[in-house]
């Protein structure tokens, strides 16, 4: 069997608080985010014993983990009211530029639209993740609590 080549891309480094791996996994037809805190982070939050992971999901969410959608409504309102109403040859450009946050947003900046990060808007793919992180911390302290019995 062929070993999968995945697109793999990190934020943070081996010596950061943090280092996320993103990449598509082609056996589960996901993509996979994999957060990987390290310890001074942990610590710095106060999380030092197994029993102190049941606060992870405060910590973990939203500042470092959050998907976000564009607001294309709000971005085409402030365009015609920057320009006096003509916006569609700049939304069309934005969405051309759209394959990613950080290149739709790099763009805006270049067009003098600053401040991109206020078209951000949570996704509602958030709710989903929020609700599993509380899950596994309450199946953790579960399986905590069931091993030092």
Same mark, same amino acid.
């Given at each position: 069997?062929?070993?999968?080549?995945?697109?793999?891309?990190?934020?943070?480094?081996?010596?950061?608080?943090?280092?996320?791996?993103?990449?598509?996994?082609?056996?589960?037809?996901?993509?996979?985010?994999?957060?990987?805190?390290?310890?001074?982070?942990?610590?710095?939050?106060?999380?030092?014993?197994?029993?102190?992971?049941?606060?992870?999901?405060? &910590?973990?969410?939203?500042?470092?983990?959050?998907?976000?959608? +564009?607001?294309?409504?709000?971005?085409?309102?402030?365009?015609?009211?920057?320009?006096?109403?003509?916006?569609?040859?700049?939304?069309?450009?934005?969405?051309?530029?759209?394959?990613?946050?950080?290149? &739709?947003?790099?763009?805006?900046?270049?067009?003098?639209? +600053?401040?991109?990060?206020?078209?951000?808007?949570?996704?509602?793919?958030?709710?989903?993740?929020?609700?599993? &992180?509380?899950?596994?911390?309450?199946? +953790?302290?579960?399986?905590?609590?069931?091993?030092?019995?």
């Amino acid at each position: 069997m062929q070993k999968e080549k995945t697109n793999v891309r990190y934020y943070g480094t081996r010596k950061s608080e943090k280092l996320v791996r993103c990449y598509h996994k082609g056996q589960v037809k996901a993509y996979r985010v994999e957060l990987e805190l390290h310890s001074g982070l942990l610590r710095d939050h106060g999380i030092v014993t197994l029993d102190d992971f049941i606060s992870l999901p405060h &910590l973990v969410y939203p500042k470092h983990v959050q998907f976000v959608d +564009f607001d294309w409504n709000r971005l085409e309102r402030y365009l015609i009211k920057k320009n006096g109403g003509h916006s569609s040859a700049q939304i069309a450009a934005a969405h051309a530029h759209a394959t990613s946050i950080s290149r &739709l947003q790099r763009h805006l900046r270049q067009n003098d639209v +600053f401040n991109p990060n206020r078209f951000l808007k949570p996704s509602g793919l958030n709710e989903k993740i929020v609700r599993a &992180l509380y899950r596994w911390a309450r199946t +953790f302290q579960e399986g905590v609590r069931g091993s030092s019995r």
